[in-house]
């Protein structure tokens, strides 16, 4: 049950909702994401993945639950390293079909990681979380950098905690 107040003031409240900074309101709302017509440049992606990714604030974003290269079954006689083992992860992953699902809501997600770090003044990180949003849907599974640092952190992540 509410307090009598917010029943009697609720109408009044949303009169004065505040004014957002016109850049936040589309880093909440994706609308730079639609609008943006830049060429991506595979580079920049790199730097701005190896700049969010560093942040605090990311330190859970991995995917868990995945095996590790030395559970890997060998391919060929050899065993494979981390990264190629990221490569047949983000490929298997790619064909299911709930991929669409996955990259719809890691863009939302770095959409509102962006609003949260311009608010906390970390503008070109907000910046970084902009573009590899913007990035996502463009950019292959395979070759996404973001996707590939997700899953080489979920392997270090999950060996590390296996082994201790």
Request: charged share 20%; with cysteine.
């Amino acid at each position: 049950m509410l307090p009598p107040e917010y029943h009697l003031f609720n109408d009044l409240i949303w009169q004065f909702q505040p004014k957002l900074d016109e850049s936040l309101v589309q880093l909440w709302e994706g609308a730079q994401a639609t609008t943006e017509a830049s060429p991506l440049d595979a580079e920049q992606l790199e730097s701005d993945t190896e700049a969010l990714m560093s942040h605090l604030s990311m330190t859970a974003w991995a995917f868990h639950g995945l095996p590790t290269p030395n559970q890997s079954v060998p391919a060929f006689g050899k065993k494979l390293s981390s990264a190629q083992v990221a490569t047949v992860i983000l490929r298997e992953i790619a064909l299911v079909p709930e991929r669409a699902q996955l990259l719809d809501a890691l863009e939302c997600l770095l959409r509102f990681q962006s609003a949260w770090l311009y608010l906390a003044g970390e503008v070109t990180l907000a910046d970084c979380a902009r573009r590899l949003a913007v990035a996502l849907p463009q950019v292959s599974m395979t070759e996404n950098p973001l996707l590939r640092k997700m899953v080489e952190r979920g392997l270090a992540t999950d060996d590390s905690t296996r082994t201790s």
